[in-house]
């Protein structure tokens, strides 16, 4: 997670040993984004939650405090987050 205050605040849904959702996590470093990562796996008040703003369970999920995208293009992450 990167601790730069002037990037969007994000959290991450993710599973263990997710190929996808270590290209997210990657993604978000490479571009200084800062983000909690929640494990929906061994969380379920996370998996809770992730299910509550997509209706679905598929990872990685992007949420901010107004959208939610499920395994998101690269330019939708742009569009969302840069």
């Not at 809770?48 to 598929?58: D, V």
Request: with cysteine; net charge positive.
């Amino acid at each position: 997670m990167n601790d730069n205050p002037e990037r969007t605040i994000l959290t991450l849904y993710v599973v263990p040993n997710c190929p996808l959702c270590a290209e997210g996590r990657a993604w978000l470093h490479r571009h200084n984004i800062r983000y909690v990562e929640r494990d929906v796996a061994n969380d379920f008040g996370a998996l809770r939650g992730m299910y509550k703003r997509t209706r679905q369970n598929l990872v990685p999920v992007f949420a901010t405090e107004y959208k939610a995208l499920v395994r998101p293009s690269e330019d939708e992450l742009k569009s969302l987050l840069l």
